[in-house]
């Protein structure tokens, strides 16, 4: 599904309110999973500024022991220090990738902003090398500003 499709899902998605953040975000993570074919797994970290980790709070997909993530290890830590957006084209080409799963050939991981403050990302994982555009950053930049205003 074409992300200028998806975006009006995220939104009814976002305006409900009669369900919490946590589900809304759990939410958004199934539509995108199961809407764009190679989003294998979706999720969300929030991160703990005072323990330097990230936390696990919603995701479709596989479930995976990677729950709490030290700042700085794998490349959702490292967007963590960096405040970048971080495209990985081949993740057997990354030192500092922690494998989730033997299946997963890419990942995207795009910081969450609240008040100028990385407080979180957007995770995501693919079974496909190099899937990734300039235009998937995009769409999960828009995602997680719509996020942010629930939060």
């Not at 970048?84 to 991981?109: G, H, R």
């Amino acid at each position: 599904m074409p992300f200028k499709d998806l975006r009006p899902k995220v939104g009814a998605i976002l305006n409900n309110d009669t369900i919490s953040s946590e589900k809304k975000m759990t939410q958004v993570c199934e539509l995108l999973q199961e809407s764009i074919g190679y989003y294998d797994w979706v999720g969300f970290y929030f991160a703990n500024h005072d323990t330097k980790t990230l936390h696990l709070k919603a995701f479709a997909g596989e479930p995976t022991d990677h729950t709490e993530i030290p700042f700085g290890k794998g490349i959702c830590g490292q967007v963590a220090e960096s405040n970048a957006n971080f495209v990985v084209p081949d993740v057997k080409a990354q030192d500092n990738y922690i494998a989730c799963s033997i299946y997963v050939k890419a990942e995207i991981v795009v910081p969450l902003f609240k008040d100028g403050k990385n407080i979180g990302q957007i995770d995501i994982d693919s079974n496909t090398v190099d899937p990734f555009s300039e235009a998937d950053e995009r769409f999960l930049e828009w995602v997680n500003e719509r996020i942010a205003e629930i939060l």
